[in-house]
């Protein structure tokens, strides 16, 4: 028999990640450590969130141990959202992009538990407190949605981050806001600040930068010669 007869077929187009959903090339799971944290996290995700190539929900529960992620509209209550017998909504949080006003009662670089007029007095301790924190990843009328789907949400402490960097998304994505951050961005800086580790934060941005150097390289493709004048 002649090699050219035993050759393999074609290969069949690579077949997305299970887990983050995302193109083999851009699939970073493998590489992800996940920590242990004081807090735990749960991600609720919006069913279309479109953002297969960019979306960074995986990219922080992959890093967080035993993270929750649930991809849904709604869900009956924290505890079942979670996949547990019973949860306190008093001690989660849930991560708000607030308001302009809002954020901007919060010191820049904070994080705070926010009421009906801003931080609260004893909010600090209540933070201290949480045993988890609620990410809503989507845009924002996804969130939205969510929220209205989700009245238990309310029952949760709303938490507000007022970020003192850009959004690492920059040229290749417009944001509506400035302060306006990914998942994995807001929940990195949470977490950071939450878990009392200063490094915590950039250990959990890695992955980021990586993601996005591979998805910008895949963009540059070489140039078609000009046609001769
Ligand atoms: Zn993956």
């Known amino acids: 028999m002649s090699d050219e007869l035993l050759s393999p077929p074609p290969p069949a187009p690579p077949e997305p990640c299970k887990t983050c959903g995302k193109p083999p090339d851009l699939c970073l799971c493998a590489e992800l450590e996940p920590v242990r944290t004081r807090l735990g996290l749960l991600i609720l995700q919006h069913p279309q969130e479109q953002d297969v190539e960019l979306g960074t929900a995986r990219l922080l529960s992959g890093q967080i141990e035993g993270a929750v992620v649930k991809v849904g509209l709604s869900w009956a209550n924290l505890a079942k959202a979670l996949g547990r017998s019973q949860a306190d909504p008093r001690r989660w949080g849930v991560l708000h992009m607030g308001s302009k006003e809002d954020v901007a009662k919060v010191p820049r670089g904070g994080i705070a538990v926010v009421g009906k007029n801003g931080p609260l007095p004893d909010s600090d301790i209540i933070l201290a407190d949480l045993e988890g924190l609620v990410l809503i990843d989507g845009t924002w009328s996804q969130a939205k949605t969510l ?49 009392g580790d200063p490094g915590l934060q950039e250990r959990l941005l890695q992955p ?11 963009r540059r493709r070489p140039h078609p010669p000009a046609p001769a004048a």
Do not use: C
């Open 147 to 195: 929220w209205w789907r989700n009245a238990w949400l309310l029952k949760l402490r709303r938490v507000v981050i007022h970020p003192d960097f850009r959004s690492a998304y920059g040229t290749v994505r417009r944001e509506p806001r400035k302060e306006s951050v990914s998942t994995l961005e807001a929940g990195a800086f949470a977490f950071g600040k939450l878990e």
């Open 208 to 218: 980021f930068d990586q993601l996005l150097d591979r998805w910008k390289k895949r």
